[in-house]
């Protein structure tokens, strides 16, 4: 059996769940992990040390996904907070090029930086390369769009970038764990873990490039951001880490149990065979919908008074909706009956 293969037997099946833009399932053997972890907190048999090498299973593992390696890589919790250092690095004046109706975690803390001038220019995402120029200091935006499944187009938003002498900033959270990634691109990622890495909500990560993280500084730091965490817990007169562990907050001890055997898991996997069995499955529900193929994992369509999503849920599918757009999303789990469920479900009020 291959790594593929175990991953998805690992899952459960037949659960009708097509929403993991929303959040993802958990996998038998990080379910098993996080109820033994529970079990020794009870009994009283738990020690942070042992959560911090958790953390860094987590962390390293994170890195073999996104193809950086696992100095490059901060913990976190939550991506506005992540972002929220970037934010705060925007020299007085400059501009921030986000995506118009992007996820607001990678938008509002740009936003929040008007007081000092910072400009914030939103543009389609159809638009975002040619709207970069000299005065743009960072591009930032979603590799996958949360509320349509849009993919930018990279190549050119990066190329642009470069070509500007722009930084780029990019969202991994709808990317990662089904698109093949490679985080060194860029000069700064964040990816919360909790959608297609199916980890515990909690569990978050910014990458850094070596020209981009000097010009940042660890607004956050704490004990966690110490070189040696264990003799940084009082006082401030200790020595950050020198790469990007700096950036540390200190890990959600529970979810940091679930996400390092899950993401063990999706790391010894190649993300292009889960792209292309989950994007299969989308482009299998437009030919059953009649509507264009879309290439992606994640389907929608308009759906402004929530007709096609409630006929889905009455029928027992999850699935979602934003932004005035039904919303299915298809993983490891799913499979050609959950294709064939949301026709069934729909029928010939979908077309």
């Given at each position: 059996m291959t790594a593929f293969d175990r991953l998805v037997a690992d899952f459960p099946s037949?659960?009708?769940?097509?929403?993991?833009?929303?959040?993802?399932?958990?996998?038998?053997?990080?379910?098993?992990?996080?109820?033994?972890?529970?079990?020794?907190?009870?009994?009283?048999?738990?020690?942070?040390?042992?959560?911090?090498?958790f953390a860094e299973r987590a962390r390293v593992a994170?890195?073999?996904?996104?193809?950086?390696?696992?100095?490059?890589?901060?913990?976190?919790?939550?991506?506005?907070?992540?972002?929220?250092v970037i934010a705060a690095a925007v020299p007085d004046g400059a501009e921030v090029l986000c995506v118009e109706g992007d996820f607001s975690s990678i938008v509002a803390p740009f936003a929040s930086q008007s007081h000092r001038g910072v400009r914030l220019r939103e543009v389609p995402l159809d638009s975002l390369a040619e709207?970069?120029?000299?005065?743009?200091?960072?591009?930032?935006y979603s590799l996958v769009q949360s509320a349509t499944g849009e993919l930018a187009d990279d190549d050119l938003v990066v190329a642009a970038a470069r070509a500007h002498g722009a930084r780029t900033l990019v969202d991994l959270t709808q990317?990662?764990?089904?698109?093949?990634?490679?985080?060194?691109?860029?000069?700064?990622?964040?990816?919360?873990?909790?959608?297609?890495?199916?980890?515990?909500?909690?569990?978050a990560f910014l990458t850094l490039s070596e020209a981009f993280e000097p010009t940042l500084r660890p607004i956050q730091a704490g004990w966690y951001a110490g070189a040696d965490v264990w003799a940084s817990?009082?006082?401030?007169?200790?020595?950050?880490?020198?790469d990007a562990r700096r950036f540390d907050v200190s890990p959600a001890w529970q979810a940091v149990v679930g996400a390092a055997v899950v993401l063990e898991q999706f790391a010894d996997v190649d993300a292009a065979l889960i792209w292309s069995h989950?994007?299969?499955?989308?482009?299998?529900?437009c030919d059953a919908l009649e509507i264009p193929?879309?290439?992606?994992?994640?389907?929608?369509?308009?759906?402004?008074?929530?007709?096609?999503?409630?006929?889905?849920?009455?029928?027992?599918?999850?699935?979602s909706g934003r932004a005035g757009r039904a919303r299915v999303a298809f993983h490891l789990w799913n499979t050609p009956a959950d294709v064939a469920d949301v026709a069934a479900a729909l029928g010939s009020a979908h077309r």
């Open positions: 037949g659960t009708n769940y097509l929403a993991a833009c929303t959040g993802g399932l958990p996998t038998r053997t990080a379910t098993a992990a996080m109820r033994a972890d529970l079990d020794a907190w009870s009994g009283g048999t738990v020690s942070p040390t042992a959560y911090g090498a994170f890195a073999r996904i996104v193809g950086v390696g696992a100095d490059r890589v901060a913990l976190g919790s939550q991506t506005s907070v992540l972002v929220s709207a970069v120029n000299d005065d743009t200091w960072l591009v930032a990317a990662a764990g089904v698109l093949p990634i490679d985080a060194g691109r860029y000069d700064a990622t964040v990816t919360h873990a909790y959608k297609w890495l199916c980890s515990p909500r909690g569990v817990c009082y006082g401030a007169a200790f020595e950050l880490a020198r989950a994007s299969g499955l989308g482009d299998a529900l193929r879309q290439g992606r994992a994640i389907v929608t369509w308009a759906d402004p008074e929530g007709s096609d999503l409630a006929l889905l849920g009455a029928a027992g599918i999850t699935a």
